[in-house]
């Protein structure tokens, strides 16, 4: 251990609630190093028995993308969604020219 | 369980379109309006996002206040930490009083990703620059205060708080719903001490009846004097959603019935519902005794302050050799 | 083991000493709450502190269904002379290193005295300790974080800690006192060896920190029967203090 005083710096705290559930931020402690920053994110957001597991992670390490011109471009991606296929009107003349109705939602 | 919206993401949800007062090239009062709008109609703010000055410094001012009274708020029941009188109280009371520090830690992390270093609100704090809610300028004088606070002083301080769970600065609104689900225990703390004592021995009845007649008038004072909404800065910026009086009306038309049906007389002879009016009218509280305590000239302002004070420089070298002390944010 | 057999008077013995030493660590420490060093910290020591008050809990319980004894009549209502916790303990939490001094030399003197007891022959006590066990991992974690980081540093932090552990130093071994009836303990196989070796386990145990870090290792103890009487000053405020409320009122339920 060295004698300049340590600094603290922010850490982002991810958890889980439970078995299988997404990790999800939870918020920061701010720790001089990662031993301290795992203690602190345990009594923050876990001491309720609220978490099966914590991520811990300094707050420089994390990569922040929030460009909109990546995230949101501006041309038409519905046909990277489901609502970009409208299907009703064309599905409508198949049954009027097969003669068959709208199928039930369960068989027989 | 956690409730899920305690937990959303840090970075800014997909659905939101480009927002115009982060562009760069835009002159600052089209940012300022574009801002504007963008609160206004509902939109969330967070820390890495421009905010006019005036926003910031609204957000930063209304959030310290709020974490200093969860710091001095530790206090008036910390002493009876050491007093409780079983080994379930004991950890209620202790599990309660860590949440309070707890609370003060989310909400001086919110404050300092504003900009403002720990150290900086500590010193504001202890110098009388920034202030602390009424309620924790008075003294507790035995058990029955401890659960009349854990009580009611907790009930008061979460109808705010369930108030400002969808602040337009997400920060503190994230924090807001993590506190609002901590605090319903506190509650249900309290009034299990005040039941108890209550249904208890005579000198335990007298006891509850008087810390209720000493803690009403703070209570009464607790959210503020009424103030039209037009000129309320923080409502303007959606900060808090509700006025000073709405919460108290809420207050009281949650916590008279439980109040009485516990055989205590709360101590107003003017509190009564209005149904012509569809509010409670009630005794004028004492406006100049808020601002005398909340400009810390309460009865434990000085001593809460200085033990503060005391205490800070005692630890002082485990921070400045072992933890470290925070650069800006 | 059927119940003519249990060594009661001896059970008795041992689990009071334990519990009436989590009961004062316990509440010595939660004074903390709302004053350490930083907001994390805080937390994180009040965390200990229940724990410590919740394992009494569960020792007073255990000690009740042998005695037949309401646990919280047995926590708060003796004299201070009657309880039975280690001298360590009687130091009242002074600064940070006393603190973290007190806990380093109580926590891993503990988990000593609980490895000899998981595998004993009565379950519920063998139950009970496997389960604390489990709980005093992550104490072990936070004292040995902080044991070290105070006697690695330079100057001031460890200087105090130096100064505490000399001040805890006639009273450092005291949670391995010798008990009244241990004999029958051992015969009936609930704990796995006497006081006596088991301090010596301690002393093996903590040896390397304190070789690593240039300490003194406690000295033996002046009086060794002794280590659980004569509780003096600290502690006569410790139980004023958890007694005030309770004894304003005796017989009130609260």
Same mark, same amino acid.
């Given at each position: 251990?060295?004698?300049?005083?340590?600094?603290?710096?922010?850490?982002?705290? &991810?958890?889980?609630?439970?078995?299988?559930?997404?990790?999800?931020?939870?918020?920061?402690?701010?720790?001089?190093?990662?031993?301290?920053?795992? #203690?602190?994110?345990?009594?923050?957001?876990?001491?309720?028995? *609220?978490?099966?597991?914590?991520?811990?992670?300094?707050?420089?390490?994390?990569?922040?993308?929030?460009?909109?011109?990546?995230?949101?471009?501006?041309?038409?991606?519905?046909?990277?969604?489901?609502?970009?296929?409208?299907?009703?009107?064309?599905?409508?003349?198949?049954?009027?020219?097969?003669?068959?109705?709208?199928?039930?939602?369960? @068989?027989? | 369980?956690?409730?899920? /919206?305690?937990?959303?993401?840090?970075?800014?949800?997909?659905?939101?379109?480009?927002?115009?007062?982060?562009?760069?090239?835009?002159?600052?009062?089209?940012? &300022?309006?574009? &801002?504007?709008?963008?609160?206004?109609?509902?939109?969330?703010?967070?820390?890495?996002?421009?905010?006019?000055?005036?926003?910031?410094?609204?957000?930063?001012?209304?959030?310290?206040? #709020?974490?200093?009274?969860?710091?001095?708020?530790?206090? @008036?029941?910390?002493?009876?930490?050491?007093?409780?009188?079983?080994?379930?109280?004991?950890?209620?009371?202790?599990?309660?009083?860590?949440? *309070?520090?707890?609370?003060?830690?989310?909400?001086?992390?919110?404050?300092?990703?504003?900009?403002?270093?720990?150290?900086?609100?500590?010193? $504001?704090?202890?110098?009388?620059?920034?202030?602390?809610?009424?309620? &924790?300028?008075?003294?507790?004088?035995?058990?029955?205060?401890?659960?009349?606070?854990?009580? /009611?002083?907790?009930?008061?301080?979460?109808?705010?708080?369930?108030?400002?769970? $969808?602040?337009?600065?997400? @920060?503190?609104? =994230?924090?807001?719903?993590? +506190?609002?689900?901590?605090?319903?225990?506190?509650?249900? #703390?309290?009034?299990?001490?005040?039941?108890?004592?209550?249904?208890?021995?005579?000198?335990?009845?007298?006891?509850?009846?008087?810390?209720? $007649?000493?803690?009403?008038?703070?209570?009464?004072?607790?959210?503020?004097?009424?103030?039209?909404?037009?000129?309320?800065?923080?409502?303007?910026?959606?900060?808090?959603?509700?006025?000073?009086?709405?919460?108290?009306?809420?207050?009281?038309? +949650?916590?008279?019935?439980?109040?009485? *049906?516990?055989?205590?007389?709360? @101590?107003?002879?003017?509190?009564?519902?209005?149904?012509?009016?569809?509010?409670?009218?009630?005794?004028?509280?004492?406006?100049?005794?808020?601002?005398?305590?909340?400009?810390?000239?309460?009865?434990?302002?000085?001593?809460?302050?200085?033990?503060?004070?005391?205490?800070?420089?005692?630890?002082?070298?485990?921070?400045?050799?072992?933890?470290?002390?925070?650069?800006?944010? | 083991?059927?119940?003519?057999?249990?060594?009661?008077?001896?059970?008795?013995?041992?689990?009071?000493?334990?519990?009436?030493?989590?009961?004062?660590?316990?509440?010595?420490?939660?004074?903390?709450?709302?004053?350490?060093?930083?907001?994390?910290?805080?937390?994180?020591?009040?965390?200990?502190?229940?724990?410590?008050?919740?394992?009494?809990?569960?020792?007073?319980?255990?000690?009740?269904?042998?005695?037949?004894? $309401?646990?919280?009549?047995?926590? %708060?209502?003796?004299?201070?002379?009657?309880? =039975?916790?280690?001298? /360590?303990?009687? !130091?009242?939490?002074?600064?940070?290193?006393?603190? +973290?001094?007190?806990? %380093?030399?109580?926590?891993?003197?503990?988990?000593?005295?609980?490895?000899?007891?998981?595998?004993?022959?009565?379950?519920?006590?063998?139950?009970?300790?496997?389960?604390?066990?489990?709980?005093?991992?992550?104490?072990?974690?936070?004292?040995?974080?902080?044991?070290?980081?105070?006697?690695?540093? #330079?100057?001031?932090?460890?200087?105090?800690?130096?100064?505490?552990?000399?001040?805890?130093?006639?009273?450092?071994?005291?949670?391995?006192?010798?008990?009244?009836?241990?004999?029958?303990?051992?015969?009936?196989?609930?704990?796995?060896?006497?006081?006596?070796?088991?301090?010596?386990?301690?002393?093996?145990?903590?040896?390397?920190?304190?070789?690593?870090?240039?300490?003194?290792?406690?000295?033996?103890?002046?009086?060794?029967?002794?280590?659980?009487?004569? !509780?003096?000053?600290?502690?006569?405020?410790?139980?004023?203090?958890?007694?005030?409320?309770?004894?304003?009122?005796?017989?009130?339920?609260?």
């Amino acid at each position: 251990m060295t004698d300049t005083p340590p600094e603290l710096q922010p850490w982002e705290v &991810f958890r889980q609630e439970k078995d299988g559930d997404p990790m999800r931020h939870g918020g920061s402690v701010m720790a001089p190093d990662a031993e301290l920053a795992v #203690h602190y994110a345990r009594e923050l957001f876990g001491r309720r028995q *609220e978490s099966v597991r914590l991520w811990v992670v300094r707050r420089v390490d994390v990569l922040d993308l929030s460009d909109p011109d990546l995230l949101q471009p501006p041309l038409d991606r519905s046909y990277k969604k489901p609502g970009g296929y409208v299907m009703r009107d064309k599905l409508a003349a198949a049954r009027a020219q097969s003669g068959q109705a709208k199928p039930k939602a369960r @068989p027989g | 369980m956690t409730d899920p /919206l305690a937990l959303d993401p840090i970075l800014a949800p997909l659905e939101r379109s480009r927002p115009a007062f982060n562009d760069d090239d835009l002159s600052h009062d089209e940012r &300022f309006a574009a &801002f504007e709008a963008h609160v206004l109609a509902g939109g969330k703010v967070e820390a890495t996002d421009w905010m006019p000055d005036e926003y910031r410094t609204a957000v930063l001012r209304f959030v310290e206040m #709020h974490a200093n009274s969860e710091l001095m708020g530790v206090l @008036p029941e910390r002493e009876w930490l050491m007093r409780a009188p079983t080994l379930r109280r004991k950890l209620a009371l202790t599990a309660k009083v860590q949440d *309070e520090v707890g609370h003060a830690q989310l909400l001086y992390r919110v404050a300092e990703d504003l900009g403002k270093p720990r150290e900086a609100m500590f010193d $504001d704090l202890l110098a009388g620059k920034t202030k602390f809610h009424n309620v &924790f300028h008075y003294p507790t004088v035995g058990w029955a205060d401890v659960g009349m606070i854990a009580w /009611l002083v907790d009930a008061a301080a979460i109808v705010a708080q369930q108030a400002l769970r $969808d602040s337009s600065y997400a @920060p503190y609104a =994230r924090t807001m719903r993590k +506190i609002c689900w901590e605090e319903s225990v506190h509650i249900m #703390h309290g009034r299990d001490v005040v039941v108890t004592m209550a249904t208890g021995t005579a000198a335990q009845r007298a006891a509850i009846q008087d810390a209720l $007649d000493r803690w009403w008038g703070p209570l009464m004072q607790m959210h503020g004097p009424r103030s039209p909404r037009e000129k309320d800065r923080d409502l303007h910026w959606r900060i808090k959603a509700k006025t000073s009086e709405e919460l108290r009306q809420e207050f009281l038309s +949650i916590y008279v019935p439980r109040i009485r *049906e516990l055989g205590l007389v709360i @101590p107003d002879g003017a509190l009564a519902w209005d149904g012509a009016i569809d509010a409670w009218r009630y005794g004028e509280p004492d406006w100049d005794e808020l601002r005398t305590v909340v400009t810390n000239h309460g009865p434990m302002s000085q001593s809460r302050l200085d033990f503060r004070r005391v205490n800070r420089e005692e630890t002082r070298w485990v921070r400045e050799t072992i933890l470290g002390v925070a650069v800006a944010a | 083991m059927n119940s003519a057999s249990l060594p009661t008077v001896a059970l008795g013995h041992l689990l009071g000493s334990m519990a009436d030493d989590e009961f004062v660590i316990g509440f010595s420490d939660s004074e903390w709450t709302g004053i350490a060093p930083l907001l994390e910290e805080d937390v994180a020591m009040s965390s200990l502190a229940q724990d410590e008050i919740g394992h009494a809990a569960a020792l007073y319980g255990l000690l009740g269904e042998l005695t037949g004894a $309401d646990p919280d009549a047995l926590a %708060y209502d003796r004299d201070p002379d009657e309880y =039975r916790h280690a001298r /360590l303990l009687d !130091h009242g939490r002074g600064d940070w290193a006393m603190t +973290i001094a007190r806990r %380093y030399l109580y926590e891993t003197s503990d988990a000593v005295r609980l490895e000899a007891l998981i595998g004993g022959a009565w379950p519920p006590l063998a139950q009970l300790c496997a389960k604390l066990v489990r709980e005093e991992r992550y104490h072990l974690m936070h004292i040995n974080a902080w044991f070290v980081r105070l006697a690695a540093a #330079h100057g001031e932090p460890r200087d105090r800690l130096v100064a505490a552990l000399e001040a805890l130093s006639a009273d450092a071994s005291t949670v391995f006192t010798p008990l009244p009836g241990e004999r029958a303990l051992l015969d009936a196989r609930i704990q796995a060896a006497p006081m006596a070796e088991l301090e010596a386990r301690w002393r093996a145990a903590i040896a390397p920190t304190f070789e690593a870090h240039r300490l003194t290792m406690p000295p033996a103890a002046t009086s060794p029967t002794k280590g659980r009487e004569g !509780h003096g000053a600290a502690f006569a405020w410790l139980w004023g203090e958890f007694n005030q409320v309770r004894r304003s009122e005796p017989g009130a339920v609260w």
